[in-house]
């Protein structure tokens, strides 16, 4: 669904992101990890082509789309109905005046999809939410509410991707594990891929088949969760997993 080969993205002219390879298949969850700064948010919105100020070279190609080459047209068809991003805190980009069934039916209407009452409640339930949910309004809704919602959205427009970054960092321990949770069981139930970016190891550790670690812009380790975070090789890991609390 996602295959990325030798992407490199500069801001004026200073290298921010090296991925040399980068694939997640359908059903599968890859995690990029570093501290801030490291590349992490700028790799994940180069993949939909929401870095216009950059200067991107490689092979992009999300869900058969050459992202480098698509018109802007065909990028937004792919953004949210077959890649959907779902940021830290999605509250702030959800219209404060729409009840959240209203822009539920917008999005899927924008997409060409119908929004009947039945798809909607069915998108919201999968995440665990009640299908009362979509009459409220966005600051209505607690943060961990507001996270699952944005997925609720992406599974109604279909999305076979989902590229999430830190989608848990503002939310308490036990909301977190309802959205890890809820991402988990998706993935398996809908064989959806999922690109996680986040600083937590130990979200990481218990949601990713493969890591990357990313530092100053360059990836300086990768491979499988397990052998990653149990055996690291690269100094840089070791550092990350014995800053765990
Ligand atoms: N639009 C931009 N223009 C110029 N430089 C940018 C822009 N966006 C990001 N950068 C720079 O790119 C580098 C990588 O930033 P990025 O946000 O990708 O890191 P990150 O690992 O996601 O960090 P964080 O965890 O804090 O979000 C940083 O040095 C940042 O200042």
Redesign the pocket.
């Known amino acids: 669904m996602i295959e990325v080969r030798g992407l490199q993205v500069r801001?004026?002219g200073r290298l921010?992101?090296d991925v040399p390879e980068l694939d997640v298949g359908a059903g599968e969850c890859v995690a990029i990890v570093?501290?801030?700064?490291?590349?992490?948010?700028?790799?994940l919105l180069s993949l939909l082509g929401l870095?216009p100020?950059?200067e991107i070279s490689g092979d992009i190609s999300v869900c058969g789309v050459d992202v480098r080459t698509a018109s802007p047209r065909r990028l937004r068809e792919i953004r949210g109905a077959r890649a959907a991003l779902v940021m830290q805190s999605p509250q702030a980009a959800l219209s404060p005046a729409t009840r959240l069934g209203v822009l539920m039916r917008r999005a899927l209407k924008l997409h060409g999809r119908d929004g009947t009452r039945e798809t909607m409640a069915q998108a919201v339930e999968a995440v665990l939410l009640d299908r009362e949910i979509l009459r409220r309004y966005p600051h209505e809704i607690s943060g961990g509410q507001a996270q699952r919602f944005a997925i609720a959205l992406a599974i109604a427009l279909g999305a076979g991707v989902i590229l999430a970054d830190?989608p848990t960092s503002a939310l308490d321990v036990t909301v977190q594990a309802e959205v890890v949770g809820v991402l988990r069981r998706l993935r398996s139930e809908r064989d959806l891929a999922l690109l996680l970016?986040s600083?937590d190891l130990a979200l990481v550790s218990t949601i990713a088949d493969r890591v990357l670690v990313?530092k100053d812009?360059a990836v300086v380790e990768s491979g499988p969760a397990a052998t990653v975070l149990a055996e690291p090789s690269h100094p840089y890991t070791r550092e990350l997993l014995e800053a765990l609390p």
């Open positions: 801001y004026g921010v992101a570093g501290e801030s700064g490291s590349g992490k948010t700028t790799t870095t100020d950059a830190e970016v600083h990313m812009g």
